[in-house]
């Protein structure tokens, strides 16, 4: 996906739920969930904001500058076939919008790094 091509946008909420039961990437202005669905189209987002976060105008403006840091291009690091959320906390409202930028830069390479191997606790034989 180019710069120039804005991402798809999550609407249903079945997608959001399994977003919430992928993998989880936590920054100072919001948490990056993925679900990685299996196929090759274009990665999507999702936004979200709870009540408890403050009244509508901060929560909508908290959106508004997640989603134009997304469309500007700091989505280009997303994998196609993947879904993201960005549940976003009240540092997003007071946050600089270049280190937003950055930070979801980097936390989109930090979901896509793979995996250390999970130790069981148990010695090996």
């Known amino acids: 996906m180019t710069s120039s091509t804005p991402p798809t946008r999550l609407v249903r909420r079945a997608d959001f739920i399994a977003c919430s039961k992928g993998r989880r990437v936590t920054t100072a202005a919001f948490v990056l969930q993925e679900?990685?669905?299996?196929?090759?189209?274009?990665?999507?987002?999702?936004?979200?904001?709870?009540?408890?976060?403050?009244?509508?105008?901060?929560?909508?403006?908290?959106?508004?500058?997640?989603?134009?840091?997304?469309?500007?291009?700091?989505?280009?690091g997303a994998r196609p076939g993947s879904d993201y959320v960005l549940v976003l906390n009240r540092a997003a409202l007071d946050r600089p919008f270049d280190v937003l930028k950055t930070d979801l830069a980097e936390a989109l390479r930090r979901s896509a790094a793979p995996r250390p191997a999970r130790s069981t606790g148990r010695p090996t034989p």
């Open 35 to 76: 679900r990685v669905r299996g196929d090759e189209a274009p990665p999507r987002f999702g936004f979200t904001v709870t009540n408890k976060t403050g009244g509508a105008v901060e929560r909508n403006r908290m959106r508004r500058r997640l989603r134009e840091v997304v469309r500007l291009g700091s989505h280009d």
